[in-house]
DNA sequence: CATAGAACCTGTATGC
DNA sequence: TGCATACAGGTTCTAT
Protein backbone atom coordinates (compact mmCIF):
# COMPACT_ATOMS: atom_id res chain seq x y z
CA UNK A 1 0.00 0.00 0.00
CA UNK A 2 1.87 2.45 1.02
CA UNK A 3 4.70 3.80 -1.55
CA UNK A 4 6.97 6.66 -1.74
CA UNK A 5 5.14 9.60 -0.26
CA UNK A 6 3.21 7.60 2.38
CA UNK A 7 6.63 6.32 3.45
CA UNK A 8 8.10 9.55 3.60
CA UNK A 9 5.79 10.80 5.51
CA UNK A 10 5.65 8.33 8.31
CA UNK A 11 9.51 8.70 7.92
CA UNK A 12 8.99 12.51 8.57
CA UNK A 13 6.85 11.76 11.56
CA UNK A 14 9.39 9.42 13.04
CA UNK A 15 11.66 11.78 12.98
CA UNK A 16 9.90 14.27 14.49
CA UNK A 17 8.50 12.52 17.39
CA UNK A 18 10.78 9.46 18.19
CA UNK A 19 14.43 10.67 17.38
CA UNK A 20 16.40 10.68 20.58
CA UNK A 21 14.23 8.54 22.41
CA UNK A 22 15.76 5.14 23.96
CA UNK A 23 13.90 1.98 23.75
CA UNK A 24 12.95 0.85 27.03
CA UNK A 25 10.78 -2.38 26.26
CA UNK A 26 9.85 -4.47 22.78
CA UNK A 27 6.99 -6.35 22.92
CA UNK A 28 6.47 -8.60 19.57
CA UNK A 29 2.97 -9.90 19.49
CA UNK A 30 3.05 -11.83 16.00
CA UNK A 31 6.57 -12.88 15.52
CA UNK A 32 5.80 -13.56 11.94
CA UNK A 33 6.43 -9.50 11.57
CA UNK A 34 10.20 -9.80 12.36
CA UNK A 35 10.51 -12.93 10.21
CA UNK A 36 13.23 -11.32 8.38
CA UNK A 37 15.16 -10.89 11.33
CA UNK A 38 17.18 -13.96 11.10
CA UNK A 39 18.70 -14.71 14.80
CA UNK A 40 14.70 -14.43 15.94
CA UNK A 41 12.46 -12.20 18.06
CA UNK A 42 14.11 -12.98 20.93
CA UNK A 43 17.26 -11.46 19.51
CA UNK A 44 15.34 -8.92 17.95
CA UNK A 45 13.98 -7.38 21.35
CA UNK A 46 17.40 -7.90 23.23
CA UNK A 47 19.29 -5.89 20.00
CA UNK A 48 16.74 -2.84 20.46
CA UNK A 49 16.29 -2.60 24.13
CA UNK A 50 18.34 -0.03 25.60
CA UNK A 51 19.18 1.80 22.20
CA UNK A 52 18.82 5.03 21.43
CA UNK A 53 17.12 6.42 18.10
CA UNK A 54 19.18 8.95 16.49
CA UNK A 55 18.13 9.17 12.93
CA UNK A 56 15.45 8.56 10.78
CA UNK A 57 16.17 7.39 7.02
CA UNK A 58 14.52 6.39 3.57
CA UNK A 59 15.20 4.68 0.35
CA UNK A 60 12.32 4.09 -1.53
CA UNK A 61 9.68 2.46 0.07
CA UNK A 62 12.23 1.22 2.58
CA UNK A 63 12.79 2.95 6.20
CA UNK A 64 14.73 2.76 9.16
CA UNK A 65 16.51 4.03 12.25
CA UNK A 66 19.38 4.45 12.96
CA UNK A 67 20.62 3.23 16.62
CA UNK A 68 23.33 4.39 18.66
CA UNK A 69 26.30 2.10 19.55
CA UNK A 70 25.19 -0.37 22.03
CA UNK A 71 27.39 -2.77 24.01
CA UNK A 72 29.53 -5.02 21.56
CA UNK A 73 27.44 -4.15 18.63
CA UNK A 74 28.59 -2.83 15.22
CA UNK A 75 26.74 -0.60 13.11
CA UNK A 76 22.74 -1.65 12.81
CA UNK A 77 19.57 -0.42 12.35
CA UNK A 78 15.57 -0.66 13.12
CA UNK A 79 14.42 -1.59 9.55
CA UNK A 80 10.91 -1.47 8.80
CA UNK A 81 8.87 -2.40 5.11
CA UNK A 82 5.53 -1.58 5.85
CA UNK A 83 4.16 -3.84 3.17
CA UNK A 84 0.86 -3.62 1.85
CA UNK A 85 -0.93 -2.49 4.95
CA UNK A 86 1.94 -1.34 7.48
CA UNK A 87 1.48 1.02 10.04
CA UNK A 88 4.05 2.82 12.59
CA UNK A 89 2.16 4.86 15.16
CA UNK A 90 3.73 7.16 17.44
CA UNK A 91 1.29 6.58 20.70
CA UNK A 92 2.31 9.49 23.39
CA UNK A 93 0.94 9.06 27.02
CA UNK A 94 -2.72 10.51 26.34
CA UNK A 95 -5.35 8.87 24.97
CA UNK A 96 -5.67 9.10 21.49
CA UNK A 97 -8.83 9.60 19.02
CA UNK A 98 -10.08 6.35 18.13
CA UNK A 99 -11.79 7.22 15.01
CA UNK A 100 -8.43 8.41 14.01
CA UNK A 101 -6.37 5.31 14.73
CA UNK A 102 -9.14 3.03 12.93
CA UNK A 103 -10.50 1.68 15.92
CA UNK A 104 -13.77 1.25 16.43
CA UNK A 105 -15.91 3.13 18.49
CA UNK A 106 -15.84 1.63 21.96
CA UNK A 107 -12.71 0.22 21.90
CA UNK A 108 -10.90 -0.40 25.13
CA UNK A 109 -8.15 1.86 25.98
CA UNK A 110 -5.20 -1.01 27.26
CA UNK A 111 -2.57 -0.72 29.62
CA UNK A 112 -2.33 2.18 32.49
CA UNK A 113 -0.91 4.47 30.23
CA UNK A 114 -4.34 4.82 28.29
CA UNK A 115 -3.76 4.19 24.62
CA UNK A 116 -6.30 2.87 22.32
CA UNK A 117 -4.36 -0.25 21.22
CA UNK A 118 -4.79 -1.43 17.63
CA UNK A 119 -6.75 -4.96 16.74
CA UNK A 120 -3.52 -5.45 13.96
CA UNK A 121 -0.95 -4.36 16.32
CA UNK A 122 1.81 -6.52 15.90
CA UNK A 123 4.80 -4.76 17.89
CA UNK A 124 5.36 -2.26 20.18
CA UNK A 125 8.29 -0.48 21.23
CA UNK A 126 8.17 1.29 24.66
CA UNK A 127 10.46 4.63 24.82
CA UNK A 128 12.23 6.41 27.62
CA UNK A 129 9.56 8.98 27.84
CA UNK A 130 6.50 6.75 28.08
CA UNK A 131 5.33 7.26 24.73
CA UNK A 132 5.44 3.66 22.36
CA UNK A 133 6.04 3.21 18.86
CA UNK A 134 3.32 0.54 17.51
CA UNK A 135 3.81 -1.51 14.40
CA UNK A 136 0.12 -2.20 13.33
CA UNK A 137 -0.14 -4.58 10.00
CA UNK A 138 -3.28 -6.63 8.97
CA UNK A 139 -2.37 -8.25 6.23
CA UNK A 140 1.27 -8.67 7.63
CA UNK A 141 3.52 -8.29 4.59
CA UNK A 142 5.21 -5.77 6.68
CA UNK A 143 7.96 -6.10 8.95
CA UNK A 144 10.56 -5.35 11.19
CA UNK A 145 14.41 -6.19 12.04
CA UNK A 146 17.34 -4.94 12.89
CA UNK A 147 20.43 -5.60 9.90
CA UNK A 148 23.66 -4.25 9.44
CA UNK A 149 24.51 -0.94 8.01
CA UNK A 150 26.49 -1.98 4.55
CA UNK A 151 28.53 0.29 2.52
CA UNK A 152 27.36 -0.28 -1.05
CA UNK A 153 29.67 -0.66 -4.07
CA UNK A 154 29.90 2.49 -6.47
CA UNK A 155 27.32 2.40 -9.15
CA UNK A 156 25.70 -0.33 -7.69
CA UNK A 157 21.57 -1.11 -7.53
CA UNK A 158 19.63 -0.39 -11.02
CA UNK A 159 23.48 0.61 -12.81
CA UNK A 160 23.01 4.14 -11.76
CA UNK A 161 26.61 5.56 -10.55
CA UNK A 162 26.36 7.82 -7.46
CA UNK A 163 28.31 8.43 -4.36
CA UNK A 164 28.79 5.41 -1.79
CA UNK A 165 26.24 5.24 0.64
CA UNK A 166 25.61 3.22 3.98
CA UNK A 167 22.17 1.12 4.35
CA UNK A 168 20.76 -1.99 5.72
CA UNK A 169 21.62 -5.31 4.11
CA UNK A 170 18.19 -6.12 3.15
CA UNK A 171 18.57 -2.70 1.00
CA UNK A 172 21.63 -3.08 -0.63
CA UNK A 173 19.72 -3.87 -4.35
CA UNK A 174 17.11 -1.35 -3.65
CA UNK A 175 18.15 1.21 -6.42
CA UNK A 176 17.94 5.21 -5.08
CA UNK A 177 14.27 6.51 -5.44
CA UNK A 178 13.26 9.43 -7.85
CA UNK A 179 13.56 12.00 -4.64
CA UNK A 180 16.93 11.12 -4.01
CA UNK A 181 19.14 14.21 -5.31
CA UNK A 182 22.01 11.47 -6.02
CA UNK A 183 19.83 9.49 -8.60
CA UNK A 184 21.59 9.46 -11.61
CA UNK A 185 18.34 9.72 -13.69
CA UNK A 186 20.01 9.66 -17.15
CA UNK A 187 21.51 6.18 -16.14
CA UNK A 188 18.11 4.91 -15.06
CA UNK A 189 17.06 6.21 -18.76
CA UNK A 190 19.80 3.93 -20.43
CA UNK A 191 19.44 1.27 -17.69
CA UNK A 192 15.28 1.46 -18.72
CA UNK A 193 15.89 1.11 -22.69
CA UNK A 194 17.90 -1.88 -22.08
CA UNK A 195 15.65 -3.97 -20.39
CA UNK A 196 13.25 -6.83 -22.23
CA UNK A 197 9.91 -5.85 -20.45
CA UNK A 198 6.78 -3.53 -20.64
CA UNK A 199 7.22 0.24 -19.57
CA UNK A 200 4.98 -0.32 -16.08
CA UNK A 201 6.70 -2.99 -15.22
CA UNK A 202 10.15 -1.39 -15.66
CA UNK A 203 8.51 1.63 -13.46
CA UNK A 204 7.89 -0.70 -10.50
CA UNK A 205 11.26 -2.58 -10.52
CA UNK A 206 12.77 -1.50 -7.03
CA UNK A 207 15.93 -2.21 -8.69
CA UNK A 208 16.02 -0.16 -11.66
CA UNK A 209 14.38 3.01 -9.38
CA UNK A 210 12.71 3.01 -6.42
CA UNK A 211 10.12 4.06 -4.79
CA UNK A 212 6.73 3.69 -7.01
CA UNK A 213 4.49 1.41 -7.12
CA UNK A 214 0.81 0.78 -8.66
CA UNK A 215 -0.85 3.76 -7.75
CA UNK A 216 1.88 6.28 -8.96
CA UNK A 217 3.05 4.03 -11.60
CA UNK A 218 -0.30 4.40 -13.62
CA UNK A 219 -0.76 8.31 -12.95
CA UNK A 220 2.55 8.80 -13.93
CA UNK A 221 2.30 6.75 -17.18
CA UNK A 222 -1.13 8.63 -17.35
CA UNK A 223 0.71 12.18 -17.42
CA UNK A 224 3.35 10.86 -19.62
CA UNK A 225 0.58 9.83 -21.93
CA UNK A 226 1.95 6.61 -22.57
CA UNK A 227 0.58 2.63 -21.98
CA UNK A 228 2.16 0.22 -19.43
CA UNK A 229 2.63 -2.03 -22.36
CA UNK A 230 4.62 -0.28 -24.62
CA UNK A 231 7.95 -2.15 -24.77
CA UNK A 232 10.88 -0.54 -22.66
CA UNK A 233 13.21 -1.36 -25.55
CA UNK A 234 11.35 0.62 -28.10
CA UNK A 235 11.00 3.52 -25.64
CA UNK A 236 12.19 6.93 -26.69
CA UNK A 237 14.54 8.69 -24.50
CA UNK A 238 12.18 11.09 -24.04
CA UNK A 239 9.46 9.74 -23.33
CA UNK A 240 11.00 7.78 -20.61
CA UNK A 241 12.49 11.15 -19.32
CA UNK A 242 8.94 12.30 -19.30
CA UNK A 243 7.99 9.00 -17.74
CA UNK A 244 10.81 9.58 -14.88
CA UNK A 245 9.56 13.55 -14.54
CA UNK A 246 5.87 12.59 -14.12
CA UNK A 247 6.77 9.88 -11.24
CA UNK A 248 8.60 12.29 -9.65
CA UNK A 249 5.92 15.32 -10.22
CA UNK A 250 2.98 13.05 -8.77
CA UNK A 251 5.10 11.53 -5.79
CA UNK A 252 5.69 15.43 -4.39
CA UNK A 253 2.54 16.40 -5.15
CA UNK A 254 1.55 13.65 -3.30
CA UNK A 255 3.50 13.99 -0.25
CA UNK A 256 2.71 17.69 -0.10
CA UNK A 257 -0.76 16.27 0.41
CA UNK A 258 0.50 13.79 3.14
CA UNK A 259 0.01 10.96 0.93
CA UNK A 260 -2.78 8.88 -0.65
CA UNK A 261 -5.05 6.79 1.51
CA UNK A 262 -8.50 5.22 0.65
CA UNK A 263 -9.29 3.95 4.23
CA UNK A 264 -7.56 3.34 7.39
CA UNK A 265 -5.28 0.99 6.33
CA UNK A 266 -3.12 3.85 5.33
CA UNK A 267 -2.01 6.69 7.87
CA UNK A 268 0.82 8.99 9.35
CA UNK A 269 2.07 8.12 13.00
CA UNK A 270 -0.12 10.37 14.05
CA UNK A 271 -3.42 8.11 12.63
CA UNK A 272 -4.45 10.97 10.41
CA UNK A 273 -5.24 9.99 6.29
CA UNK A 274 -3.67 11.98 3.37
CA UNK A 275 -5.40 13.72 1.07
CA UNK A 276 -3.86 12.99 -2.38
CA UNK A 277 -6.78 10.51 -3.35
CA UNK A 278 -8.98 13.15 -4.45
CA UNK A 279 -6.07 13.99 -7.22
CA UNK A 280 -5.77 10.71 -8.69
CA UNK A 281 -6.71 11.11 -12.49
CA UNK A 282 -6.76 7.28 -13.42
CA UNK A 283 -6.13 5.00 -10.22
CA UNK A 284 -9.33 3.70 -8.81
CA UNK A 285 -11.51 5.87 -11.80
CA UNK A 286 -12.59 3.33 -14.33
CA UNK A 287 -15.59 4.48 -15.33
CA UNK A 288 -15.28 7.53 -15.43
CA UNK A 289 -14.26 10.16 -17.36
CA UNK A 290 -10.93 11.15 -18.09
CA UNK A 291 -10.49 14.39 -16.90
CA UNK A 292 -8.03 15.59 -20.09
CA UNK A 293 -10.24 14.46 -22.69
CA UNK A 294 -13.70 12.55 -21.09
CA UNK A 295 -13.37 8.94 -22.37
CA UNK A 296 -13.87 6.46 -19.60
CA UNK A 297 -11.02 5.51 -17.55
CA UNK A 298 -10.96 1.85 -17.80
CA UNK A 299 -9.13 -1.19 -15.71
CA UNK A 300 -7.56 -4.21 -16.98
CA UNK A 301 -5.67 -7.07 -14.91
CA UNK A 302 -2.12 -6.66 -14.28
CA UNK A 303 0.32 -9.27 -12.24
CA UNK A 304 -2.68 -10.13 -9.58
CA UNK A 305 -3.43 -6.49 -9.97
CA UNK A 306 -5.06 -3.82 -12.01
CA UNK A 307 -3.85 -1.51 -14.08
CA UNK A 308 -5.57 2.10 -14.84
CA UNK A 309 -5.55 3.87 -18.39
CA UNK A 310 -7.20 6.37 -20.27
CA UNK A 311 -7.70 4.46 -23.21
CA UNK A 312 -7.89 7.97 -25.53
CA UNK A 313 -4.62 9.40 -23.94
CA UNK A 314 -2.73 6.40 -23.26
CA UNK A 315 -2.97 3.81 -26.54
CA UNK A 316 -2.01 0.61 -26.55
CA UNK A 317 1.35 -0.19 -28.76
CA UNK A 318 0.66 -2.08 -32.01
CA UNK A 319 1.12 -5.56 -31.29
CA UNK A 320 4.48 -6.57 -31.94
CA UNK A 321 5.61 -9.69 -33.75
CA UNK A 322 7.83 -12.03 -32.26
C1' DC B 1 21.75 -13.23 -15.87
C1' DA B 2 16.94 -11.51 -16.86
C1' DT B 3 12.19 -12.02 -16.59
C1' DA B 4 7.42 -13.61 -15.13
C1' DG B 5 4.58 -15.77 -12.01
C1' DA B 6 3.46 -17.74 -7.46
C1' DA B 7 3.59 -17.29 -2.66
C1' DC B 8 3.27 -14.90 1.57
C1' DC B 9 -1.51 -13.19 5.10
C1' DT B 10 -5.71 -10.86 6.53
C1' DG B 11 -9.73 -8.51 5.61
C1' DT B 12 -13.57 -6.34 2.81
C1' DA B 13 -16.76 -6.07 -0.98
C1' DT B 14 -19.66 -8.35 -4.18
C1' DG B 15 -22.52 -11.89 -6.20
C1' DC B 16 -25.22 -16.10 -6.07
C1' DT C 1 -28.12 -15.00 5.90
C1' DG C 2 -24.39 -18.03 4.28
C1' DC C 3 -20.91 -19.12 1.28
C1' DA C 4 -17.74 -18.52 -2.58
C1' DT C 5 -15.01 -15.53 -5.18
C1' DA C 6 -12.39 -11.43 -6.38
C1' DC C 7 -9.53 -7.96 -5.00
C1' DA C 8 -6.33 -4.79 -2.09
C1' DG C 9 -1.08 0.36 -1.64
C1' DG C 10 4.60 -5.03 -2.07
C1' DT C 11 8.50 -7.93 -1.93
C1' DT C 12 10.88 -12.32 -2.18
C1' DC C 13 11.50 -16.72 -3.89
C1' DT C 14 11.34 -19.99 -7.66
C1' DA C 15 10.98 -21.58 -12.21
C1' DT C 16 11.86 -20.79 -16.78
Not at 42 to 48: E, G, I, M, S, V
Not at 267 to 296: E, I
Request: glycine share 10%; aromatic share 4%.
Amino acid sequence: MPELPEVETVRDGLARHVLGRTVVDVDVRRDYSVRRHEAGPLDFAARLTGRRLEAAVRRGKFLWLLLDEGAGRGDDALLAHLGMSGQLLVRGAHVVDARASGVTEGAVPSGPVGWVEHPHLRVRLVLDDGSALDFVDQRTFGHLSVPDLVTTPDGAPGGCGAARDVVPLPVAHIARDLLDPALDRRAVVAAMRTRRTEVKRALLDQTLVSGVGNIYADEALWRARLHGTRPTAALRATDAERLLDAATEVMTEALEQGGTSFDALYVDVNGASGYFDRSLAVYGQDGRPCRRCGTLVRRDAFANRSSYTCPRCQPRPRPRRA
